[in-house]
């Protein structure tokens, strides 16, 4: 997400479709979201035309003018914006009187901009809004773009409907699952039908590494309940050379605010990425929050999420998350295990196996056995190498957890477990 | 060196490798990796002041191997696994070259010097030397001349026929009543060169035993020349490497390095400055390769040679210097019997540093 260049156009097009989802979400009942851009390509100068329709729950004008106060620096005249380069800014509430009850009811945006460079580029944005968009499933939506290119020789239109069984599971599933689906569709560029501006070549939906979590507070003296999800994939590191030049080799960050793709503060975005995901590539953190809540109980909310769903990656697939040389050092497990069960076995001197077979927990005759002892001691050697990469690795987090949440004084604090940093027998690892 | 106490029975190497095996299992019990902790020794450093404990036959240091690391993991698996065949041969008493131990599991071991130090590191850890572990070298090397002995209560008379070649015996401990009534012992790096002498007859007309060991030197050739004044032949820089380790032992196996080095072996040739001297034809002098010259530069960094083998270091220094080498075979080009009147003269004239 270009949080670095955006234009009031793009900041003004993301408020209009937060909003429009926050209405359909509202009607309860299946709704379209259309979004309709035209690009004069020849027009001097080059101009967008963008129009955001939905049939979500009806609005009021007053929804609209409380963007006058907010984020956008747009000087508006009740929202028939005179600014040079966005105009022609149009609002149509199509609310037809007596159908309430039906929810019959639509709303449909529309502004001019020339105020992008690019219009190309702006449409690449664009689909790149939509598809972070449809990462969510959000229930009972179905976004539809359209892309018209005009010029002086003529049009060409492109049109990319989400396909309806991505939402019309029959089982409802809650809103982190579909998150969950949804980032494996974006990983693996499914099913979005969308021009792939990120293709990759990470086919394999079981490769992908997920954790999740979900903490939730109730705000007693609004009574509203705040709640961030978060989901961090992992997907394994393309070995084409086509993947490893282009897009797909970081830890790449979304963020989602009231189901609207938003942005995330940048050193928290740096302390995400910069967590070492040895041979890995990380896909994406995704928190999402339910209400708008305020900044520092909401950064704890998702702090504890990320921190939750990280845990759970770890708990799920501790061997894949083996630091590099932690992996190299486990491939001589099974030899091992193997080669002192059989010094234990081969032994003529049978006091030493008891002995030994004591000192492995076996003791009832069946269990006295080369493979028993070579299993036991296969899990103690694996265990101690996990475990010795864990704390390893805890260092190098704690660094970064301090660092997601603009690491305030009393956040500091809390970072957890700073005996880990006594270990000096651990320091030798790091340098392997 | 026959009659030498053994301080290491099998049955006390047995019981090292249980209590060994035992500390392991309470390790791991006590969530620590397996880890051994062995004394670090080496022949020579590249410390050219030579205020260095080389020497001494101390260890310099200690290698905590564990499983921080990939070579270190690898470095205990073979070890283990070769802990497991000693422990084998003990038991039923039979014993295995090391490369018979290497052709057990070659896609494992890799490659032989890989064995070589596990069985180094075991002779650490077990206070042993090798022969202790039943563990023998390969027998490969050859010897003919002035020498009678008795191998496993089978008399070997080299001296009835001595232009043949005889094997070199294996197990030390099973050789016994060497007699001997040369005058020095000729150690040839190449079968070939041994080969060509006994056609010659070299035996016959010069009272010496010729010993090749077939490329680098194993242990039994060393040890039975222990006592005698030795003269090999060589002139390039593994030709060169070869002799370091006769003289100062192999790092390798440097734990064991004080039984089986000669440190009076002498170089009797070939030297560079024979090429001029027999008039060796320009197109036998080859160029030294860049990694001739790389090992050449390396050897000369080395402690000893700076300490105790001042004159051996200069002729690297030459050799490195005209960047050209010449195999020993290149002088019998005139005369196939070269080396038989070149070795006596060497000898004769105390052309040998
Ligand atoms: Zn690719
Ligand atoms: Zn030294």
């Given at each position: 997400?270009?949080?670095?260049?955006?234009?009031?156009?793009?900041?003004?097009?993301?408020?209009?479709?937060?909003?429009?989802?926050?209405?359909?979400?509202?009607?309860?009942?299946?709704?379209?979201?259309?979004?309709?851009?035209?690009?004069?390509?020849?027009?001097?100068?080059?101009?967008?035309?963008?129009?955001?329709?939905?049939?979500?729950?009806?609005?009021?004008?007053?929804?609209?003018?409380?963007?006058?106060?907010?984020?956008?620096?747009?000087?508006?005249?009740?929202?028939?914006?005179?600014?040079?380069?966005?105009?022609?800014?149009?609002?149509?509430?199509?609310?037809?009187?007596?159908?309430?009850?039906?929810?019959?009811?639509?709303?449909?945006?529309?502004?001019?901009?020339?105020?992008?460079?690019?219009?190309?580029?702006?449409?690449?944005?664009?689909?790149?809004?939509?598809?972070?968009?449809?990462?969510?499933?959000?229930?009972?939506?179905?976004?539809?773009?359209?892309?018209?290119?005009?010029?002086?020789?003529?049009?060409?239109?492109?049109?990319?409907?989400?396909?309806?069984?991505?939402?019309?599971?029959?089982?409802?599933?809650?809103?982190?699952?579909?998150?969950?689906?949804?980032?494996?569709?974006?990983?693996?560029?499914?099913?979005?039908?969308?021009?792939?501006?990120?293709q990759s070549c990470i086919k394999n939906r079981a490769s992908l590494m997920v954790g999740t979590g979900q903490t939730n507070n109730m705000d007693n003296n609004r009574g509203m309940i705040q709640m961030v999800e978060a989901v961090v994939m992992i997907t394994p590191m393309p070995t084409c050379s086509c993947c490893r030049k282009t897009n797909c080799s970081a830890t790449q960050v979304l963020y989602f605010q009231d189901f609207s793709p938003s942005s995330i503060p940048q050193s928290s975005l740096n302390a995400l990425t910069n967590i070492d995901w040895q041979n890995h590539l990380t896909e994406v953190t995704a928190p999402e929050s339910q209400h708008r809540a305020s900044s520092s109980s909401k950064r704890n909310l998702m702090k504890n999420a990320i921190k939750l769903a990280l845990d759970d990656l770890k708990r799920k697939h501790t061997a894949e998350l083996l630091s590099l040389h932690a992996q190299q050092v486990r491939e001589y497990v099974p030899d091992l295990s193997r080669t002192i069960a059989s010094l234990i076995f081969s032994s003529n001197d049978l006091g030493f196996q008891e002995e030994c077979t004591a000192l492995l927990g076996l003791h009832s005759v069946d269990n006295k056995t080369e493979e028993k002892a070579e299993s036991i001691i296969k899990e103690?050697?694996?265990?101690?190498?996990?475990?010795?990469?864990?704390?390893?690795?805890?260092?190098?987090?704690?660094?970064?957890?301090?660092?997601?949440?603009?690491?305030?004084?009393?956040?500091?604090?809390?970072?957890?477990?700073?005996?880990?940093?006594?270990?000096?027998?651990?320091?030798?690892?790091?340098?392997? | 060196?026959?009659?030498?106490?053994?301080?290491?029975?099998?049955?006390?190497?047995?019981?090292?490798?249980?209590?060994?095996?035992?500390?392991?299992?309470?390790?791991?019990?006590?969530?620590?990796?397996?880890?051994?902790?062995?004394?670090?020794?080496?022949?020579?450093?590249?410390?050219?002041?030579?205020?260095?404990?080389?020497?001494?036959?101390?260890?310099?240091?200690?290698?905590?191997?564990?499983?921080?690391?990939?070579?270190?993991?690898?470095?205990?698996?073979?070890?283990?696994?070769?802990?497991?065949?000693?422990?084998?041969?003990?038991?039923?008493?039979?014993?295995?070259?090391?490369?018979?131990?290497?052709?057990?599991?070659?896609?494992?071991?890799?490659?032989?010097?890989?064995?070589?130090?596990?069985?180094?590191?075991?002779?650490?850890?077990?206070?042993?030397?090798?022969?202790?572990?039943?563990?023998?070298?390969?027998?490969?090397?050859?010897?003919?001349?002035?020498?009678?002995?008795?191998?496993?209560?089978?008399?070997?008379?080299?001296?009835?026929?001595?232009?043949?070649?005889?094997?070199?015996?294996?197990?030390?401990?099973?050789?016994?009543?060497?007699?001997?009534?040369?005058?020095?012992?000729?150690?040839?790096?190449?079968?070939?060169?041994?080969?060509?002498?006994?056609?010659?007859?070299?035996?016959?007309?010069?009272?010496?035993?010729?010993?090749?060991?077939?490329?680098?030197?194993?242990?039994?050739?060393?040890?039975?020349?222990?006592?005698?004044?030795?003269?090999?032949?060589?002139?390039?820089?593994?030709?060169?490497?070869?002799?370091?380790?006769?003289?100062?032992?192999?790092?390798?196996?440097?734990?064991?390095?004080?039984?089986?080095?000669?440190?009076?072996?002498?170089?009797?040739?070939?030297?560079?400055?024979?090429?001029?001297?027999?008039?060796?034809?320009?197109?036998?002098?080859?160029?030294?390769?860049?990694?001739?010259?790389?090992?050449?530069?390396?050897?000369?960094?080395?402690?000893?040679?700076?300490?105790?083998?001042?004159?051996?270091?200069?002729?690297?220094?030459?050799?490195?210097?005209?960047?050209?080498?010449?195999?020993?075979?290149?002088?019998?080009?005139?005369?196939?019997?070269?080396?038989?009147?070149?070795?006596?003269?060497?000898?004769?004239?105390?052309?040998?540093?």
């Amino acid at each position: 997400m270009e949080t670095s260049r955006s234009s009031a156009t793009r900041k003004l097009f993301q408020i209009l479709i937060a909003s429009a989802i926050q209405r359909c979400r509202l009607s309860g009942i299946l709704c379209r979201l259309t979004i309709s851009l035209k690009g004069f390509y020849d027009a001097h100068p080059p101009s967008v035309r963008i129009s955001i329709s939905d049939t979500g729950a009806g609005s009021n004008l007053v929804e609209f003018r409380d963007l006058n106060s907010g984020s956008v620096p747009i000087p508006a005249e009740k929202w028939g914006i005179h600014e040079n380069d966005i105009h022609r800014y149009c609002l149509n509430l199509k609310e037809l009187h007596g159908s309430r009850k039906r929810l019959k009811s639509g709303t449909e945006v529309s502004l001019s901009s020339a105020e992008e460079e690019s219009i190309d580029e702006f449409v690449k944005w664009v689909v790149g809004f939509v598809q972070k968009i449809r990462i969510l499933k959000i229930p009972d939506i179905v976004i539809e773009l359209l892309v018209e290119h005009i010029n002086n020789h003529g049009s060409r239109s492109e049109s990319f409907l989400q396909e309806i069984n991505d939402f019309s599971s029959p089982i409802p599933v809650s809103n982190i699952n579909h998150l969950v689906s949804g980032l494996e569709d974006y990983v693996l560029g499914d099913g979005n039908g969308l021009t792939d501006n990120r293709q990759s070549c990470i086919k394999n939906r079981a490769s992908l590494m997920v954790g999740t979590g979900q903490t939730n507070n109730m705000d007693n003296n609004r009574g509203m309940i705040q709640m961030v999800e978060a989901v961090v994939m992992i997907t394994p590191m393309p070995t084409c050379s086509c993947c490893r030049k282009t897009n797909c080799s970081a830890t790449q960050v979304l963020y989602f605010q009231d189901f609207s793709p938003s942005s995330i503060p940048q050193s928290s975005l740096n302390a995400l990425t910069n967590i070492d995901w040895q041979n890995h590539l990380t896909e994406v953190t995704a928190p999402e929050s339910q209400h708008r809540a305020s900044s520092s109980s909401k950064r704890n909310l998702m702090k504890n999420a990320i921190k939750l769903a990280l845990d759970d990656l770890k708990r799920k697939h501790t061997a894949e998350l083996l630091s590099l040389h932690a992996q190299q050092v486990r491939e001589y497990v099974p030899d091992l295990s193997r080669t002192i069960a059989s010094l234990i076995f081969s032994s003529n001197d049978l006091g030493f196996q008891e002995e030994c077979t004591a000192l492995l927990g076996l003791h009832s005759v069946d269990n006295k056995t080369e493979e028993k002892a070579e299993s036991i001691i296969k899990e103690m050697i694996t265990g101690i190498i996990e475990m010795k990469d864990r704390n390893l690795k805890r260092k190098k987090e704690d660094t970064a957890h301090c660092l997601l949440f603009e690491c305030e004084s009393h956040l500091e604090e809390e970072c957890p477990d700073e005996d880990y940093r006594e270990e000096p027998e651990d320091t030798a690892i790091i340098d392997f | 060196m026959a009659g030498r106490v053994s301080p290491s029975e099998p049955a006390d190497l047995l019981a090292k490798i249980r209590g060994f095996v035992r500390l392991v299992l309470e390790d791991l019990c006590n969530g620590r990796p397996p880890s051994v902790a062995l004394d670090r020794f080496k022949t020579y450093c590249s410390d050219p002041s030579g205020n260095c404990s080389c020497s001494t036959d101390l260890p310099c240091g200690k290698d905590i191997v564990s499983l921080e690391s990939k070579s270190h993991a690898y470095r205990i698996d073979i070890m283990l696994r070769l802990l497991l065949i000693i422990q084998q041969l003990l038991q039923e008493n039979k014993h295995a070259s090391k490369r018979d131990i290497y052709y057990m599991e070659p896609s494992v071991f890799q490659d032989q010097g890989n064995v070589d130090r596990a069985i180094n590191d075991i002779c650490i850890l077990l206070e042993c030397s090798r022969h202790h572990l039943n563990v023998v070298p390969m027998g490969k090397g050859l010897v003919m001349g002035w020498l009678r002995f008795i191998e496993a209560g089978r008399k070997v008379n080299c001296i009835k026929n001595p232009n043949d070649g005889f094997p070199v015996p294996i197990c030390i401990e099973e050789t016994k009543d060497i007699v001997s009534v040369a005058q020095y012992i000729l150690v040839v790096e190449k079968e070939t060169v041994f080969q060509r002498l006994a056609n010659d007859k070299f035996c016959e007309r010069n009272r010496c035993i010729v010993i090749t060991g077939r490329g680098y030197p194993d242990a039994p050739t060393r040890r039975n020349g222990l006592t005698f004044l030795v003269n090999p032949v060589y002139a390039d820089p593994y030709g060169f490497d070869i002799l370091t380790t006769y003289r100062f032992g192999s790092m390798q196996m440097a734990y064991d390095a004080k039984i089986f080095r000669v440190p009076g072996i002498y170089w009797l040739g070939v030297f560079l400055s024979d090429s001029e001297k027999y008039c060796l034809p320009n197109r036998c002098l080859l160029n030294l390769t860049a990694k001739d010259k790389q090992k050449a530069e390396a050897i000369l960094m080395r402690c000893y040679l700076h300490r105790e083998a001042p004159k051996w270091r200069l002729e690297l220094e030459i050799m490195l210097d005209k960047g050209v080498k010449y195999e020993i075979e290149a002088l019998s080009a005139s005369s196939l019997s070269f080396l038989s009147t070149y070795i006596p003269q060497q000898i004769q004239g105390r052309h040998y540093i």
